[in-house]
Structures are given as structure tokens and as C-alpha cells.
Nanobody
């Protein structure tokens, strides 16, 4: 069974940095693309960043130049380095993975990690 677990969230002052991690566990699978999303209170979940298996990245305009997405295929882990954080970055951040297994290609989500940017 594939499971995603995010970590690294917390409270940070404006201008600060955090690094989120997303670890994928299980067996008999291959991870294709991975993505990061966030959901602020009262708002819909929005896409933040995307990384292919080969390492090609794309970012939402709101985080471009401040956030960096990376991954370690050997460790089945994705990272989201967030710099120059702003109060509007406050949200629950979710990891998503497109996984190929004997069951086909499926999309999995983590439980989310809270990021709060406040002085």
C-alpha cells in the first residue's frame, strides 16, 4: 500500500524559510511525477509546484523564485524549499504523487502539513 507522509511544517516569521519533505512508502511501485499543493482557510486547494521523475520543475507564479522543488528518487522523497515566506503563504501543504504499480497508475495524497507565516 502506498502512503505519503509530509513533514517540516511549522510557524515562521515573514521572510523566513522552511523545508517540507514528502516521503512515499510501500513496495512494488515507481513514482512518476510529484506535486505540491496548498489550501488556505476558506480557499480552494491550489497547485504550488510540480516535478517530473527526471527533475523538470514548474511553479505557480505566486511562488516562482522563492520556492524550489526537488526529489530523491532513490529515497522516494520530494522536498519543497520555501524561502522569503509571506503571510499569504500560510496554508496546509499537501504532497501528491503519481504512482505506477501492478494496480495501474494512481494518484496519492499525503495528510498535509501546516505552514504558518506570522510575526
Amino acid at each position: 500500500q502506498v502512503q505519503l507522509v509530509e513533514s517540516g511544517g511549522g510557524l515562521v516569521q515573514p521572510g523566513g524559510s522552511l523545508r517540507l519533505s514528502c516521503a512515499v512508502s510501500g513496495s512494488g511501485f515507481r513514482i512518476n511525477a510529484m506535486g505540491w499543493y496548498r489550501q488556505a482557510p476558506g480557499k480552494q486547494r491550489e497547485w504550488v509546484a510540480h516535478i517530473t521523475r527526471g527533475g523538470t520543475t514548474n511553479y505557480a507564479d505566486s511562488v516562482k523564485g522563492r520556492f524550489t522543488c526537488s526529489r530523491d528518487n532513490a529515497e522516494n522523497t520530494s522536498y519543497l524549499q520555501m524561502n522569503s515566506l509571506r503571510p499569504e503563504d500560510t496554508a496546509v501543504y499537501y504532497c501528491n504523487a503519481e504512482v505506477r504499480s501492478a494496480a495501474g497508475v494512481n494518484s496519492y495524497w499525503g495528510q498535509g502539513t501546516q505552514v504558518t507565516v506570522s510575526s
